[in-house]
């Protein structure tokens, strides 16, 4: 199933994501043949399905790692749009969570866009159906529009999906709260991500604490390396005119 897929990808490449991809890559788009990459494909799915579970895959472990930092949470993020270009409505979902709960800066049009694209792909992807319906029913992203919400709500009512009776038994909002509670520590590990090796944040520092500014440019890589040695330089006869003015 795609789940053991997923769940197998995650599990075996996870220090090769960048060979795997680069391989598959390469490989001609039509369908899957046996040859020597047979160790990553044991389940005979084309090579754009099984490559945009590789992105999918290591654009999600890039945006949840409580160890990434700004460039690796971005690196993530276009992994997820290049899994949704290959038609995988998992990143689409994904995608739409991060900007309509995850992301420090909400962007709740792009994310009905990801959710609205999700549903197209896959219609029977409940979890995706649900914050569509939600999305409609709020009004976030596009023109609210309740009938549409509770149309795409009563079919899983009758598949008794327990989120979409609970809906209708309290309410989307009820329903948002409750995620919102239950995501709360996932969405302050991000936040974190996202200021750590930022730009600006580094600058900060260079200004007031060179040291640690230098630190943090070189641990996160920020900037190219010709701008990281001219930034260290200059950081350092700083850090000196500091020391002579105030010790």
């Known amino acids: 199933t795609s789940t ?5 990808l995650e599990k075996e490449v996870n220090e090769n ?19 020597a990459y047979d160790f990553y494909n044991p389940y005979h799915v084309s090579v754009k399905t099984l490559l945009s579970e590789v992105y ?7 945006v949840r790692s409580k160890k990434s930092a700004k460039k690796d949470v971005l690196l993530g993020i276009e992994n997820l749009k290049k899994a949704a270009a290959l038609n995988n409505s998992k990143s689409m979902n994904l995608l739409g969570e991060l900007y309509a709960y995850y992301l420090p800066k909400k962007n709740q ?3 009905f866009h990801w959710f609205d694209l999700g549903y197209q792909e896959d219609p029977n992807y409940e979890d995706n159906t649900i914050l569509l319906a939600l999305c409609y029913n ?3 992203g596009v023109i609210r529009n309740i009938d549409q919400a509770n149309s795409l709500l009563k079919p899983l009512i009758a598949r008794e999906n327990q989120d979409a009776i609970m809906i209708s038994e309290n309410g989307f909002k009820k329903f948002d709260e409750m995620k919102n509670e ?5 969405v302050k590990s991000l936040k974190k991500s996202m200021k750590r090796g930022d730009d600006t944040d580094c600058m900060f520092f260079m200004c007031l604490l060179p040291p640690i500014g230098i630190y943090k440019m070189w641990k996160y890589e920020l900037f190219d390396y010709e701008m990281r040695k001219g930034y ?16």
């Open 138 to 140: 709020e009004g976030r």
């Open 56 to 62: 999918f895959v290591y654009g999600r472990m890039l």
């Open 232 to 247: 260290t330089a200059i950081g350092v006869v700083y850090s000196l005119v500091l020391s002579i003015l105030f010790i």
């Open 182 to 186: 239950k995501i709360k520590s996932a």
């Open 17 to 35: 994501f960048g060979y795997v991809i680069g391989a598959l890559e390469s490989y001609p788009d039509e369908f899957y043949t046996p040859n």
């Open 4 to 8: 053991e897929m997923t769940n197998e």
């Open 109 to 111: 049009k792009e994310a």
